[in-house]
């Protein structure tokens, strides 16, 4: 089993540009969320999936989409790229949320 | 909301025992979870309490006091791989706390 992948590793970006970053896990599990860290905080949830074309609001939802329409694959779109968006991004999966979540390596993605 | 409060730093020798405490607040109860992240790397989960008392794992234990909404980690026989961030979290709305940075000397 791979766990959790996350594409790319490390991403730059300008202002306003677009763009996805990608999540797959293959362990069949119900429930995705994506998180941002800041440094030296905690995570923060950003959207988060019950199960295949069911999405919700984390604490800090704006700039940014979801969408999941298989259980494997749960993307994260940033509209209008911003320097506060500049962060480390985890993905993460469980069985129903409030167990064990399994998270990817992360994105750094840095914003000029 | 949910929120949770952990000390920012804790240093222990090798071979020691550290205890990281975490309050919180939340209007419903999921769970009391832990997280290691050691730097540059994802969060693994060390530990989860859903009733009150002692979870034990190994070198780490947990605890949780439902009623003083409160819990700790526990790490026994220190080693210098220990050193890392540790974070409570609270199911439900997965909320973090900040974390607490271990810091182990020989």
């Known amino acids: 089993n791979a766990g959790v992948t996350q594409t790319p590793k490390f991403q730059v970006l300008k202002t306003g540009q677009s763009m996805t970053l990608q999540c797959a896990q293959d362990?069949?599990?119900?429930?995705m969320s994506w998180y941002r860290q800041d440094p030296g905080m905690g995570l923060r949830l950003i959207h988060y999936?019950?199960?295949?074309?069911?999405?919700d609001q984390g604490e800090v939802p704006n700039g940014y989409n979801v969408s999941r329409s298989t259980t494997e694959d749960f993307p994260l779109r940033l509209l209008s790229a911003a320097p506060s968006q500049t962060s480390v991004y985890f993905c993460?999966?469980?069985?129903?949320?409030?167990?064990?979540?399994?998270f990817g390596p992360g994105t750094r993605l840095t914003v000029l | 909301g949910q929120s949770l409060e952990q000390p920012s730093e804790v240093t222990a020798v090798e071979g020691a025992i550290v205890q990281i405490n975490c309050t919180y607040q939340?209007?419903?109860?999921?769970?009391l979870s832990w997280y290691q992240q050691h730097d540059g790397g994802a969060p693994t989960f060390l530990s989860y309490?859903?009733?009150?008392g002692l979870e034990e794992t190994g070198r780490f234990s947990s605890f949780l006091s439902r009623s003083d909404s409160y819990g700790y980690l526990l790490l026994q026989e220190l080693q210098m791989k220990d050193s890392a961030s540790y974070f409570c979290?609270?199911?439900?709305?997965?909320?973090f706390g900040d974390g607490t940075t271990l810091t182990v000397k020989p």
């Open positions: 993460a999966s469980s069985w129903t949320g409030q167990d064990t979540q399994y």
């Open positions: 362990m069949n599990h119900e429930y």
């Open positions: 999936s019950v199960g295949a074309g069911i999405t």
């Open positions: 939340t209007s419903g109860f999921y769970g």
């Open positions: 309490n859903a009733l009150d």
């Open positions: 979290a609270l199911g439900g709305k997965s909320t």
